[in-house]
């Protein structure tokens, strides 16, 4: 890879005089105006040239849409001929040099029969985008379970920069397993192409979806760090690690029974759901208790009464159906994890409930809610209710203690750095000071303490919540 200069920081402003069109392009660090005699014909903020069309002033560019939440692609055209020689030279000095962060080679593992079967042609239809901005592609499509989680354990990684995940948040969690079991500790970045019934992990992260987004957020390899939760228990033989979601209770019911429709599609979710509102089945013997700041308190204990719901969350648990989330308040990437408990009530408590979390996502100001921010959870069970659902993945344990690993796994995404979605209201309603980082809540849903400085050495493109401001200009000098 050739070397280049740092791009200037300093606003470039060129006009066309040959033709006396009076055009102008201002540029200036993510900025770009351009200009028809005085009159704005465009303005485009976060935008990212990531390949040079020709050798002359067309250009592609990503453009960041902040009210569809997404990246969309442009053919970008500036007045540029041999007058205009420091324009030029501004746009590949700025290719060349957000080159040095951008994945080069990418072994990709692609899950056919997963969520909507649709992880295949979804892949096709970004491969020529990635091939493009010369990311070198190995592609393997798994024939058989675990297949992903066994190769990324044992594999040579030595000669990649990545892996890309085509496929639901099963499949993620997949990989990420294989990945955290390598006895050499080397974590790629991981990047998602979303083909799931609810791929819950790319809604929470950056509000959507689009497999051309997440294509494009591979492609500028700006990174942001994933919090894992490690599980350990007397009866598993080795950790395993989630990504989104640990549950007993409603949650994990409905999981298990929908084992059974998968022929269904993602509504097998639905039909599963009713029929557990129609049980309306409490949870019982079973014990909760959280850790933080070295400090063991009780959460649950359902020996009495019962419960309804028992979890800890690492994200807000977006989807189409849930626009705020299960729990708007777990920010991703905090560092912490958000226990959450719903006591024993009346089905019609449940259902308003329910209609929260598919509406307004103000679920916890219920009296019979609590959610509390920990490191870590300890759980015992002495009865049968023992059935956990681990990111879409049935397990029957007895005993087991959750640990958050913050920043364990690095994501290929990109929309930390961006205006909210406001119109699409991925967001989560609580204040931020970083974006994507709400302060953590008590159970009261009050603040309780600041988020904790994940501040680490960490190479360009990659987040860091204590400099974010400084990152942003670094990032988008292009």
Not at 237 to 243: I, K
Not at 379 to 387: A, C, E, L, P, W
Not at 418 to 439: E, I, K, L, M
Request: hydrophobic share 40%; aromatic share 8%; glycine share 8%.
């Amino acid at each position: 890879m050739c070397s280049s200069t740092t791009p200037p920081h300093r606003a470039i402003a060129i006009t066309d005089v040959r033709r006396g069109s009076g055009v102008s392009a201002i540029i200036e660090g993510q900025l770009l105006l351009v200009y028809k005699r005085s009159k704005l014909l465009f303005r485009l903020e976060s935008w990212q040239i990531w390949r040079q069309a020709e050798l002359n002033s067309r250009f592609q560019a990503a453009i960041w849409k902040p009210k569809r939440g997404c990246w969309q692609l442009l053919g970008l055209q500036l007045p540029c001929d041999t007058k205009f020689d420091t324009l030029r030279l501004w746009l590949n000095n700025a290719i060349t040099e957000s080159q040095n962060r951008r994945p080069q080679c990418l072994r990709v593992y692609i899950n056919p029969v997963g969520g909507r079967k649709k992880a295949l042609p979804l892949f096709e239809r970004v491969h020529s985008l990635l091939t493009m901005a010369g990311i070198e592609l190995e592609e393997v499509v798994t024939t058989r379970a675990f297949q992903c989680r066994e190769e990324l354990s044992e594999l040579d990684l030595s000669g990649y920069d990545g892996i890309l995940i085509a496929g639901g948040d099963g499949f993620l969690a997949e990989a990420i397993q294989g990945l955290m079991e390598r006895q050499d500790g080397m974590h790629l970045p991981i990047g998602l192409l979303p083909a799931g019934s609810t791929n819950t992990v790319a809604y929470s992260c950056s509000g959507s979806a689009d497999v051309f987004t997440w294509a494009i957020n591979v492609i500028l390899g700006i990174q942001r760090p994933l919090d894992l939760g490690r599980i350990t228990s007397p009866e598993l033989e080795s950790p395993l690690f989630a990504t989104n979601f640990i549950c007993n209770g409603f949650f994990s019911s409905v999981v298990a029974d929908s084992e059974r429709h998968r022929w269904m599609g993602p509504f097998r979710y639905s039909f599963s759901g009713f029929k557990q509102v129609i049980k309306h089945t409490h949870y019982q013997d079973f014990q909760m208790k959280l850790v933080s700041d070295a400090e063991t308190k009780p959460f649950v204990d359902s020996s009495q009464a019962g419960v309804k719901l028992a979890a800890v969350a690492f994200m807000p648990l977006r989807s189409p159906q849930s626009k705020r989330g299960l729990v708007p308040h777990a920010a991703v990437s905090s560092g912490a994890m958000m226990a959450v408990c719903v006591r024993k009530c009346s089905r019609i408590q449940w259902l308003r409930f329910l209609l929260r979390v598919n509406g307004p996502g103000t679920q916890w100001k219920l009296p019979y809610t609590t959610t509390q921010s920990c490191d870590k959870m300890l759980f015992t069970s002495t009865g049968n209710d023992n059935v956990w659902n681990i990111d879409g993945e049935i397990h029957r344990l007895s005993n087991l203690e959750v640990t958050v690993l913050p920043g364990a796994i690095q994501l290929y995404d990109s929309s930390w750095m961006f205006p909210n979605n406001d119109a699409a209201d991925h967001r989560s309603s609580q204040a931020t000071t970083v974006p994507g980082y709400p302060s953590r809540l008590s159970a009261t849903g009050a603040p309780a303490t600041t988020v904790p400085d994940m501040s680490r050495s960490m190479s360009p493109g990659v987040w860091t919540p204590a400099s974010v401001a400084s990152n942003r200009q670094r990032l988008f000098t292009v």
